[in-house]
T-cell receptor, first 111, second 117 residues
Framework: QKEVEQDPGPLSVPEGAIVSLNCTYS??????FMWYRQYSRKGPELLMY????GNKEDGRFTAQVDKSSKYISLFIRDSQPSDSATYLC???????????FGAGTQVVVTP | DVKVTQSSRYLVKRTGEKVFLECVQD?????MFWYRQDPGLGLRLIYF???????EKGDIPEGYSVSREKKERFSLILESASTNQTSMYLC????????????????FGPGTRLTVL
């Protein structure tokens, strides 16, 4: 069983819709949770970063962490075609920054 | 801005060849990482380095080695390439000591798509 599970999609939504992404994990020692966005033929870039449980909002993006359920989410409001990308969750304990990544979810926002 | 560069975007090699993938970062980061990315499997850590000449095995080190002679450069070596090493290879770096308490943001290069025939 993988430490981090993420549905690979693809997830197709119309422009303006809310995109909902999630990951589940098994290691209760994870403390830091991240979402990376990866455009085609590019390396991943950090989108959201959350420590421990709770919510974090940045513009159209909201990240949620529920450590009791070992579940993290990313919401994208008012989605745009430019949001079409693969979204990867990542998490780590507080040592050495060694991350565990999800498989990534491909999102397609259609005009 | 942090910049992580990789020596090649696309590479085609033959089975049994020795392959070198080079990665350079320009922000004086302590930590550097090599991942491979495969469909449905996400990013898997091959090796990482937290200091010059220091290295640690990741989750899938078999068939790979690494070299870090200078702080800014981290090389991945495939001693004898095999077809199952066909993949996208991503290099990343992170600040290290100064950011360890918060788990460190990793900055990625554009990737090298390696095909082994």
């Amino acid at each position: 069983q993988k430490e981090v599970e993420q549905d690979p999609g693809p997830l197709s939504v119309p422009e303006g819709a809310i995109v909902s992404l999630n990951c589940t994990y098994s290691n209760s020692a994870f403390q830091y949770f991240m979402w990376y966005r990866q455009y085609s033929r590019k390396g991943p870039e950090l989108l959201m970063y959350t420590y421990s449980s709770g919510n974090k909002e940045d513009g159209r993006f909201t990240a949620q962490v529920d450590k009791s359920s070992k579940y993290i989410s990313l919401f994208i409001r008012d989605s745009q075609p430019s949001d079409s990308a693969t979204y990867l969750c990542a998490m780590t304990t507080d040592s050495w920054g060694k991350f565990q990544f999800g498989a990534g979810t491909q999102v397609v926002v259609t005009p | 801005d942090v910049k992580v560069t990789q020596s090649s975007r696309y590479l085609v090699k033959r089975t049994g060849e020795k392959v070198f993938l080079e990665c350079v970062q320009d922000m004086d980061h302590e930590n550097m990482f090599w991942y491979r990315q495969d469909p449905g499997l996400g990013l898997r850590l091959i090796y990482f380095s937290y200091d010059v000449k220091m290295k640690e095995k990741g989750d899938i080190p078999e068939g790979y080695s690494v070299s870090r002679e200078k702080k800014e450069r981290f090389s991945l070596i495939l001693e004898s390439a095999s077809t199952n090493q066909t993949s996208m290879y991503l290099c990343a770096s992170s600040p290290g000591t100064s950011g360890r308490a918060r788990g460190d943001e990793q900055f990625f290069g554009p990737g090298t798509r390696l095909t082994v025939l």
